[in-house]
């Protein structure tokens, strides 16, 4: 149980371009979701917590505009990254956690993440 | 400031050389803590949840325990396989987010 499928695993594109990551909770429903960035060798760095029906709340120093995280559902969020440059290059997760409450305790059930590389 | 410590930042063991990890933590209010295992160029797995001090919890090789002030994940006979970077994270009281450690890397040599 607890499966958290995140697409497209991996994505190559030019600058300039806009990118979608789909997060999808398969086997549960979500309230609330997350997004993260990871750089090699480093922990997660929180980027956005998304409930579902609200706008997301975002890190410090986390641009919104450039971040457009979407939660239209309680098995789905998304992630845009608008007008990608080469510092946007990353790998990006997501993880969802059981719907029993923003401030649920259960815990956060992770996908394989997005590698994002822009040329 | 709420933070998570984790130790050593890596480490080599022989297959069969049991060891442990530390998760050390300064928060204002616990409400629970989590261990996950990530592989490489993959997204963390959940391992377990401690909730209160002197709670244990077991999963084949790995054993979690909890103190007020850290967490250890003890390692038991560990098996090649069980390389993978080990993190720790926190959930406070009043925060949606987790806080979590720079993560221990663990490489098992056969």
């Known amino acids: 149980g607890a499966v958290v499928s995140q697409h497209p695993s991996w994505v190559i594109c030019k600058s300039g371009t806009s990118v979608k990551i789909e997060c999808r909770s398969l086997d549960f429903q979500a309230t609330t979701m997350f997004w993260y960035r990871q750089f090699p060798k480093q922990s997660l760095m929180l980027m956005a917590t998304s409930n579902e029906g609200s706008k997301a709340t975002y890190e410090q120093g986390v641009e919104k505009d450039k971040f457009l995280i979407n939660h239209a559902s309680l098995t789905l969020s998304t992630l845009t990254v608008t007008s990608a440059h080469p510092e946007d290059s990353s790998f990006y997760i997501c993880s969802a956690r059981d719907n029993k409450g923003i401030y649920s305790n259960q815990p956060q059930h992770f996908g394989d993440g997005t590698r994002l590389s822009i040329l | 400031e709420d933070q998570v410590t984790q130790s050593p930042e890596a480490l080599r063991l022989q297959e069969g ?34 909730y209160s001090a002197g709670e244990e919890k077991e999963k084949e090789r790995l054993k979690a325990t909890l103190t ?17 970077t080990y993190l720790c994270a926190v959930s406070i009281q009043g925060a949606q987010k987790l806080v979590f450690g720079q993560g221990t890397r663990l490489t098992i040599n056969p």
């Open chain 2, 68 to 84: 007020k002030k850290e967490s250890f994940l003890h390692i038991t006979a560990p098996k090649p396989e069980d390389s993978a």
């Open chain 2, 17 to 50: 050389e049991s060891s442990s990890l530390n998760c050390s933590y300064t928060v204002s209010g616990l409400r629970g803590l989590f261990w996950y295992r990530q592989d490489p160029g993959k997204g963390p797995e959940f391992l377990f949840t401690l």
